[in-house]
């Protein structure tokens, strides 16, 4: 499809999905599952999870009545416009002003450079009536940061944009059709002007007279659209790679190469220990992201429940835990993905095999809804107030509560001894938060040498990233095994899923071995044993490994993979799609004439053929 084809095919979709979430009716869940299957990005995904929930958990009880109603029957549709074109991470930098006026009573938005220009909200280039806009609000010349505002764009009539609107399409983003179903946008003020009660007043308030109101609760509630999309982002996270990995795991079954006898049959790739040491691990991944995924869930449910009764104590940690989950399980996802291409080898780059438009409209999830570098710094900041404050009577709780225990995970050494040790979940969790701890520790030391700490942290912040991101796994593990812990029906699906929870971690270590080793977490012995262990564990899943894909209950048609076929009908099939091709629909391509036969008669009169 063209662009404009595309484009124009999603809203079809995109309304279908809405006319039958209505018709049927569906729950929410099953609106949730119908999207998931709709299967391409298109501007409901910013209407439902960003514009809705931020009029939900910005605006007043007088704002939830008037705008929700039309929001929820789609009469009209929103996005969430904060970042900008010279403006993305840093959102206090934000130019877009809104400037009250007492004697209009009205705010006048404006977009003073172009840099100032929105860009990026998807929803924003083509469909959006409405939007949630961040903007410095200025009252009698003061700046009072950035706030959000809901702001019509066009008319409701015709869909023109409205006087003092500048709006379009930001262009064709990466890969073939991807993320290009939807309109990403740019917008421009020029003197906007909107009435007061459009500033999203649950958190701050601008009076008839023009004065500012800060609220007593968090400013940093103003964020918490996007803390709620990051926890989501988790489990799409755990979908995408279960994805990439169904469709390599049944073909590395198929795929034969080398090991014939006799003339016998060749052996399946997946046989091969290299294939196993770059498959299994990211097998595992899936389900490890999923478990966590259903706790992030649990702790956002938490989160949101303590702050409607005004109980901001775990808003710091369910910030560090989606910021950094977010980052770590989308990197994760997005080298998985282009890893299992890798795995299917040549076919793995065909578009057919599915793997390069999943790779093409998912990596994108390391930008989004925050920078992953940007987000982890946010968690090294939680973990460095966190090590600062060891020692003062506050204890650490939740995710950090293994800090508490710092004295004893700063000098203890790891008592594996043999490599079944590895299987004992107390030595593996205490292996990770030891090496955990001890990053943090050793930035937190190397911080305070550094007499201003925001110098320090510019110096350190690869280490802090690092530090970031071994907190991160360390979070993953141990959900993995509390799920273990718990009810799981059948003991050969506990036993498979103990096995997937050791590569998970095992592999982990593999990979970071530098960050165990230099920070005592184990010896170099240990991590022989760990790698000796890692290969039996292989050699188990490998039976299981079909059906431990095939439990994703992926239909053929939702993968879209010649090569991760159900049926494993692979050969036929890709000959099938070939033929497909356009520029087989001639046996002489256009073109012959006019570039390849002149090419060739000159040749053959200059060689005298
Ligand atoms: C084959 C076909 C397959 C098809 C598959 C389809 C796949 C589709 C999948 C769809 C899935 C999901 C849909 C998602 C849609 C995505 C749409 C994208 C939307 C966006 O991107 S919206 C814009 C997002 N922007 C960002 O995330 C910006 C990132 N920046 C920030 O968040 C912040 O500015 C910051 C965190 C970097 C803060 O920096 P700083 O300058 O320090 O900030 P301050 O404002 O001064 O605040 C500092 C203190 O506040 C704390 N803080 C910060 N953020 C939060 C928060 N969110 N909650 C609570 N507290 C927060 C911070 O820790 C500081 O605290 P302290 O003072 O230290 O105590
Ligand atoms: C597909 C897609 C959809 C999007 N949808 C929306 C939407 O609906 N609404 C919306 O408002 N926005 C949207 N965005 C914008 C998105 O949120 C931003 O692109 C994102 O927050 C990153 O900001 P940036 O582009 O300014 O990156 P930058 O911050 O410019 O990042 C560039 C580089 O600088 C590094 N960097 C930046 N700051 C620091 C720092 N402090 N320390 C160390 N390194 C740093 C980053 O790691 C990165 O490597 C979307 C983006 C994409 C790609």
């Given at each position: 499809?063209t ?8 809203l079809?979709?995109?309304v279908h999905?809405?006319k ?5 009716p569906?729950?929410d ?7 998931h299957?709709?299967?391409?990005p ?12 931020a009029i939900k958990?910005?605006g ?10 039309l929001?929820?029957?789609m009469q009209?549709i ?10 993305g ?8 002003t809104?400037?009250?006026d ?5 705010f006048?938005?404006h977009?003073?450079?172009q840099?100032?220009?929105k860009?990026w909200p998807?929803?924003l280039g083509?469909?959006?009536?409405h939007a949630?806009?961040?903007a410095r609000l200025?009252t009698?010349?003061k ?7 809901i702001?019509?764009?066009?008319n409701?009539d015709d869909?023109?944009?409205?006087p003092?609107i ?10 073939n059709g991807?993320?290009?179903?939807m ?7 020029d003197?906007f002007c909107i ?10 308030k601008?009076?008839?007279e023009?004065k ?8 940093q ?12 982002i988790?489990?799409?996270?755990s979908?995408?790679?279960a994805?990439?990995v169904?469709?390599a795991?049944?073909?590395s079954?198929v795929r034969r ?25 990211l097998?595992a ?10 706790w992030?869930?649990?702790?956002y449910?938490d989160?949101?429940q ?5 109980d901001?104590?775990t ?11 977010k980052s770590?399980t989308?990197s994760?996802t ?16 065909l578009?057919c095999?599915?793997?390069p438009?999943?790779?093409?409209v998912?990596v ?5 809804e925050?920078?992953?570098v ?9 973990l460095?107030?966190t ?14 509560a293994?800090?508490?225990r710092?004295?004893?995970l700063l000098?203890?050494r790891s ?5 079944e040790?590895w ?10 938060e ?9 930035c937190?030391?190397n911080l305070s040498?550094?007499?201003n700490?925001?110098?320090?942290f ?10 970031a991101?071994?907190?991160c796994?360390?979070?993953v593990?141990?959900k993995?095994?509390v799920k ?9 699906v ?5 096995n997937?929870c ?9 990979k970071h071995?530098g ?11 240990q991590a ?6 890692l290969r039996?564990?292989y050699?188990q899943?490998?039976?299981n ?12 048609h939702?993968l879209g ?22 520029l087989?629909?001639?046996v ?10 002149p090419?060739?008669?000159?040749h053959l009169r200059?060689a005298?053929?």
């Amino acid at each position: 499809m063209t662009r404009k084809e595309l484009f124009k095919n999603t809203l079809r979709k995109s309304v279908h999905a809405w006319k039958l979430i209505n018709e049927l009716p569906l729950s929410d869940d099953e609106s949730l599952m119908l999207r998931h299957f709709m299967d391409q990005p298109g501007f409901l995904d910013l209407h439902w999870r960003m514009f809705v929930p931020a009029i939900k958990g910005q605006g007043t009880e007088e704002q939830k009545q008037k705008w929700l109603p039309l929001a929820n029957k789609m009469q009209i549709i929103g996005c969430y416009a904060q970042t900008e074109l010279g403006h993305g991470s840093n959102v206090q930098g934000l130019e877009t002003t809104a400037t009250f006026d007492p004697q209009t009573d009205q705010f006048i938005l404006h977009s003073p450079t172009q840099t100032s220009s929105k860009w990026w909200p998807g929803g924003l280039g083509k469909v959006s009536t409405h939007a949630v806009i961040y903007a410095r609000l200025i009252t009698d010349g003061k700046d009072h940061g950035v706030h959000g505002f809901i702001v019509q764009l066009r008319n409701m009539d015709d869909h023109s944009p409205l006087p003092g609107i500048t709006i379009g399409d930001i262009g064709v983003k990466f890969g073939n059709g991807a993320y290009n179903s939807m309109d990403n946008g740019f917008l421009m003020f020029d003197k906007f002007c909107i009435p007061r009660d459009q500033m999203l007043m649950r958190l701050s308030k601008v009076t008839r007279e023009g004065k500012y109101v800060p609220s007593d609760v968090p400013r940093q509630l103003m964020y918490g659209t996007m803390v709620s999309v990051r926890q989501t982002i988790v489990s799409n996270a755990s979908i995408a790679m279960a994805r990439a990995v169904c469709i390599a795991t049944r073909y590395s079954a198929v795929r034969r190469q080398f090991g014939s006898q006799n003339g016998g049959i060749e052996t399946q790739v997946i046989d091969y220990k290299t294939q196993q040491n770059r498959l299994f691990p990211l097998l595992a991944s899936a389900y490890a992201f999923r478990f966590v995924g259903e706790w992030l869930k649990w702790l956002y449910t938490d989160v949101t429940q303590r702050l409607e009764a005004s109980d901001f104590a775990t808003l710091p940690e369910a910030h560090a835990c989606t910021a950094g989950l977010k980052s770590m399980t989308t990197s994760a996802t997005s080298d998985g993905i282009e890893e299992c291409r890798k795995l299917c080898g040549g076919h793995g780059y065909l578009w057919c095999s599915g793997l390069p438009e999943l790779f093409a409209v998912y990596v994108p999830a390391c930008t989004y809804e925050g920078d992953n570098v940007v987000l982890q710094l946010q968690v090294a900041r939680f973990l460095m107030k966190t090590v600062s404050q060891l020692g003062s009577g506050k204890a650490p709780a939740g995710t950090t509560a293994y800090m508490g225990r710092a004295k004893h995970l700063l000098q203890c050494r790891s008592s594996i001894r043999k490599a079944e040790d590895w299987l004992n979940p107390a030595m593996v969790l205490e292996t990770f938060e030891a090496r955990a701890l001890r990053m943090a520790v050793s930035c937190a030391n190397n911080l305070s040498k550094f007499e201003n700490q925001e110098q320090g942290f510019s110096e350190l912040l690869a280490d802090l990233v690092e530090a970031a991101i071994a907190h991160c796994q360390l979070i993953v593990v141990s959900k993995f095994i509390v799920k273990l812990e718990g009810e799981i029906k059948g003991k050969g699906v506990k036993n498979q899923l103990k096995n997937l929870c050791y590569i998970y971690a095992l592999h982990l270590i593999h990979k970071h071995l530098g960050d165990f080793l230099s920070t005592n977490s184990i010896t170099s012995e240990q991590a022989s044993l760990a790698n000796h262990q890692l290969r039996s564990l292989y050699t188990q899943v490998r039976p299981n490994a079909v059906a431990l894909v095939d439990a994703f209950d992926y239909t053929d048609h939702y993968l879209g993979s010649v090569l991760g076929r159900y049926d494993g009908n692979v050969y036929p099939k890709l000959f099938e799609e070939a033929l497909k091709d356009p520029l087989n629909d001639t046996v002489v391509p256009d073109g012959y004439h006019e570039y390849i036969r002149p090419l060739i008669k000159q040749h053959l009169r200059s060689a005298r053929l």
